[in-house]
C-alpha cells in the first residue's frame, strides 16, 4: 500500500485540544501515513494573511483525506472547500451504542443506526431572498392560494432536491447497507422526507430512492413521513439501520441520533465524495470547554477510525474503536460530558492503554 497523506484541520475553540492528542494517538499506531498541517483559520490568517491559503487548498487537493476538528468561523472557508468544493455529497454519522455511555433512555442496547445525510443540497445551496422579488414570477401558494407576494415584506429561501443528486446519496446508502449486513440480519435502509407536504421536492427525493430499493433486492427498505420518524429515533431506534435525508432533515436529526445514545460527544461524522473524503466530529467548537482541556475526544476519535478505514487500514480502525469501547465498558475514565471527571489527555491514555 503506497504512503497516505491526510491533512489534519484543527479548527477553533475546544477542537483543537481534540484533535491534537488524538492525532499523537494515530501517529503511534505506526501507519504509513504521513500528517500535513496547512495554515488555515487564524494560523493562516498570521502565515499568510488569509483564513485559507491557496497552499492549504493546495494541501488538501495533494491528499487522500482530511481530518476536520470544528469551526465557528475562523476555519469556515476550509469547511465549505471540503464540502462543495470536493463534492463530498454523503454525510455518514453512524450512532452506535456502547456499554458506558450516558444514554438518557432507559434501554439504549443494540442502537447501532447510520444517518446517510444528502450534504450538498436542499436548503444548503444557499439561495435566499426578498419575497418582492417573487412577484415576477406569479408563484402561488399550494396551500394559501394565493401569491406569495402578497405575504411580502419578508424573505425567502429555496430548496433544491435534484435527480442526481439524490441518486447518488441514495446508492451511497444501498452499499453501506449491504456492508453492514450481517448474518441473519439483513441490510435495511429507512428513507424520511415531507413528503405529504413537498410532494414535489421531497417527493421526488422519496421517489429517487423508492427506485434505487428495487436494484438491491438484498436490502429492506421502508419509508417514513420525517416528523414520525423523528418520534420513532427516540422510542424504538434499535429498528434502524441505515437511514437516508436530505440535508437538512439529516442536520437535525443526526444530532438527535447522538443525543439518544450519549451526546454529541460520542457522534462521529464522516463526509464521502467519490474521490475524497473529510472527517470531523459532528459536534461544534464547544467554546465553554475551551482551554481546560474537558472536551471529550470520543467524537474525533471514532471519526478518525472512519478515516482509517476509509484509507484501507481496516484492522488499526477496529484497533481503534476496540480501544474506546473497552474504556467505556470498563467506565472508570469518563469525561464531564460523561459524568466523570477526566481530562481529554487521560481519555485519550487510557485509549491508547487499551490498544494492546
Ligand atoms: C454540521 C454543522 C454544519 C452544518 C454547520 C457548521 C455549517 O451543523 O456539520 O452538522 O449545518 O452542516
Ligand atoms: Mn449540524
Same mark, same amino acid.
Request: hydrophobic share 40%; charged share 25%; net charge neutral.
Given at each position: ?48 494573511? $488569509? ?23 475562523? $476555519? ?177 436529526? $443526526? ?47 471514532? $471519526? ?53
Amino acid at each position: 500500500m503506497t504512503r497516505k497523506r491526510v491533512v489534519v484541520i484543527e479548527g477553533e475553540d475546544a477542537a483543537p485540544e481534540a484533535v491534537r492528542p488524538s492525532v499523537a494517538l494515530l501517529e503511534r499506531l505506526g501507519l504509513d501515513i504521513e500528517w500535513i498541517h496547512p495554515p488555515v483559520g487564524q494560523r493562516g490568517i498570521d502565515a499568510c494573511g $488569509s483564513a485559507f491559503p491557496d497552499a492549504a487548498r493546495a494541501a488538501i487537493d495533494a491528499s487522500d483525506a482530511t481530518l476536520f476538528g470544528a469551526t465557528s468561523g475562523r $476555519s469556515v472557508a476550509a469547511l465549505l472547500y471540503l464540502r462543495w468544493g470536493k463534492k463530498t455529497y454523503a454525510n455518514l454519522r453512524p450512532a452506535r451504542y456502547l456499554a458506558g455511555y450516558r444514554s438518557p433512555l432507559a434501554r439504549p442496547e443494540g442502537v447501532d443506526l447510520a444517518i446517510v445525510r444528502e450534504n450538498l443540497e436542499d436548503l444548503y445551496v444557499g439561495v435566499e431572498g426578498d419575497l418582492e422579488t417573487l412577484a415576477a414570477l406569479r408563484l402561488e401558494s399550494a396551500t394559501a392560494r394565493r401569491p406569495i407576494a402578497d405575504l411580502a415584506p419578508g424573505r425567502f429561501a429555496l430548496k433544491v432536491i435534484s435527480e442526481a443528486g439524490t441518486d447518488r446519496v441514495a446508492r451511497f446508502a444501498f452499499e453501506l447497507a449491504r456492508r453492514r449486513a450481517r448474518r441473519g440480519r439483513p441490510g435495511r435502509v429507512t428513507c424520511a422526507t415531507k413528503h405529504n407536504m413537498l410532494p414535489r421536492s421531497d417527493g421526488l427525493f422519496r421517489e429517487r430512492v423508492s427506485a434505487m430499493a428495487r436494484g438491491y433486492p438484498d436490502v429492506a427498505f421502508e419509508s417514513f413521513i420525517v416528523d414520525d420518524f423523528a418520534q420513532r429515533l427516540v422510542t424504538e431506534p434499535q429498528r434502524f439501520d441505515v437511514v437516508v435525508l436530505p440535508n437538512l432533515y439529516g442536520d437535525i436529526l $443526526s444530532d438527535l441520533a447522538g443525543g439518544v445514545i450519549g451526546g454529541l460527544g460520542v457522534a462521529p461524522s464522516g463526509c464521502y465524495g467519490d474521490g475524497y473524503a473529510y472527517f470531523e466530529s459532528a459536534h461544534g467548537t464547544a467554546p465553554d470547554l475551551a482551554g481546560q482541556n474537558a472536551i471529550n475526544p470520543t467524537a474525533t476519535l471514532l $471519526s478518525a477510525a472512519l478515516l482509517l478505514e476509509y484509507l484501507g487500514f481496516e484492522a488499526a480502525a477496529q484497533r481503534l474503536s476496540g480501544a474506546i469501547e473497552r474504556v467505556y465498558a470498563e467506565g472508570r475514565v469518563r469525561t464531564r460530558d460523561q459524568g466523570g471527571n477526566a481530562s481529554t489527555t487521560d481519555f485519550c491514555a487510557a485509549v491508547e492503554r487499551q490498544l494492546g
